[in-house]
């Protein structure tokens, strides 16, 4: 008698005396051998290639347009140039400092001092010069930024990557919850389970296939 025969007939054996017992044997066989399809129940095989044709289109449509958007859009706001500002302010120790959008912190500062208004910063109209020319080209860069991903799309796209993947574990979730006939469901349930890495999350699933197939449902 062969492995893969003795292998079920254990696990069947296991599933007779304690369903409990028979979710470490299965997850022995899940990871060692394919269920064949036909031994799939025909609700658990449509829910199962249902959730594989999703799985497919969002992996094509993520390969093949969402990536490449998004790393296009990436390049070219990263090509748009920085700029440094023409007003600078004495600093400490009597040099002057001007100031650069290739720093976030200096934006985030500027655009706060400024929208405060703070007094002490009006006063000194080099730096309150520096801040709002620094703000203003950042502002350009932003409004490139944002050309950039209109003209691209980016935002429909990234909306499209989400629904997709949303449909695909709406598919995922309705496979796992349509109730096995029989161990070859569990089994493939499993494959599944294993192949996206989420045993804690499908717990409670596989249990009550198990109790259901022990006849304790």
């Excluded at 959730?51 to 347009?65: D, G, T, W």
């Excluded at 860069?141 to 990234?158: H, I, N, T």
Aim: with cysteine.
């Amino acid at each position: 008698m062969g492995t893969t025969e003795t292998t079920r007939r254990s696990a069947l054996g296991i599933l007779a005396t304690g369903p409990l017992a028979m979710l470490p044997a299965l997850a022995v066989m899940s990871c060692s051998q394919k269920v064949e399809a036909g031994l799939i129940s025909p609700d658990v095989s449509s829910r199962l290639a249902a959730y594989r044709e999703a799985q497919r289109e969002m992996q094509r449509y993520s390969a093949e347009i969402a990536t490449p958007t998004s790393d296009a859009f990436k390049r070219a706001a990263g090509a748009i140039p920085h700029h440094r500002t023409a007003n600078s302010f004495e600093n400490f120790d009597g040099g002057r400092t001007a100031l650069s959008t290739k720093d976030p912190a200096s934006v985030s500062m500027a655009r706060k001092i400024v929208a405060d208004n703070l007094s002490w910063a009006e006063r000194d109209h080099d730096y309150i010069a520096t801040l709002k020319d620094l703000i203003e080209a950042a502002d350009c860069r932003d409004s490139e930024r944002e050309r950039l991903r209109a003209e691209c799309a980016l935002d429909s796209v990234l909306q499209r990557e989400e629904e997709l993947g949303d449909q695909c574990y709406d598919a995922l979730i309705a496979f796992m919850k349509t109730p096995a006939q029989s161990i070859h469901d569990v089994l493939a349930k499993m494959e599944i389970t294993e192949e996206e890495g989420r045993w804690k999350a499908a717990k409670d699933d596989l249990m009550a296939d198990v109790m259901r197939l022990a006849g304790r449902a």
